[in-house]
């Protein structure tokens, strides 16, 4: 599409809960996402000439200093990171009472947009989908100490080159190692379907490892289309994740022709005790390769440590 047609789009005034909302030299587009506390838009960058997505924070918080911190800590962090699997943000501001980011725009689909049309993703693909993000996060965790923090399927999307990106670290972490008592967080946060027993239990001090095991809870969801824990409301699957006792069922009650490697490889990520977890993203992203080849591995429960699924003997 040319230039000249956003060149020609009206200013970017749009009504939203009865407020006028204006953005120096953007003119928006359409709304491509909605949380709790902001609002994405795909917009035209007058001044750069390109599309991009703006990151609104919501008119009730924007006088909050809190949250205005920790806006402008996400946007911080993005613009941080350089690598082609995380969406980079260019710069934060504060224009006409709005507080906002701007950040780069994937043409594409999420993962979660992908599942309401297929009903799940094939193995091959899903292997692809846990080797790019772990290679992103390898890269974050490694350079930054960052803990991504809500991995799901709504947060992982592939633009029109088939190039995977991660989106939205506005819970993420950077880590630090801290000696003594430190106070236990007041809330958890993260999504319930996906998070880690860490995150459950408030951990101050996330890793890694907690987004191994929520990546495979993604995973698990793409290839089997349901989540682990199905059946459970919002507090009983939290309580799952954590149960030594409760486990989900073989991603091969729902799809036999899922590899048994597969299928270890995710009961290695999804160990509940994480001393006993796959320890890096290094070696997951070599247990992929390792499916790929057709290799199968040992499991990965150890002196009781169970994983959030079970196999079939």
Known sequence: M??????NLPDAQLTIRSRILKIPNLKLISKIGDGGMSTVWKAWDIVNQRVVAVKIL?????????????????ERLMEEIHHPGIVQAYN?????????????????Y?????LKRKQHVRESDCLLICESVAVAL??????????????????IMINTEGVIKLLDLGISHRYEFKEGPQAVPEHVLG??????????????????????YSLAATIYHLATGRILFPDYDTENTMRAHC????????????HPELSEGFCQLLESMLVKNRDYR??????????????EAGNKFKPRAVNGANSSIRLFS
């Open 92 to 108: 934060f501001d504060n224009g006409n009472g709005n507080w906002y980011y701007i950040m780069e725009y994937v043409d594409g």
């Open 243 to 254: 149960d030594e006792a409760t486990q989900a069922r073989d991603p091969r009650a729902y």
């Open 58 to 74: 919501n008119k009730e918080f924007a006088s909050d200093g809190a949250e205005i911190r920790q806006f402008r800590s996400e």
């Open 110 to 114: 999420s993962f979660a947009e992908l």
């Open 278 to 291: 796959v320890a890096n993203w290094s070696d997951v992203f070599t247990m992929c390769q390792e499916v």
């Open 2 to 7: 040319s230039n000249a047609y956003y060149d």
């Open 191 to 212: 999504t319930p379907a996906y998070i880690s027993p860490e995150q459950v239990y408030g951990d101050f001090e996330l890793d890694c490892r907690s987004d191994v």
């Open 138 to 155: 390898d890269y974050a965790w490694n350079n930054h100490g960052l803990v991504h923090c809500d991995l799901k399927p709504e947060n």
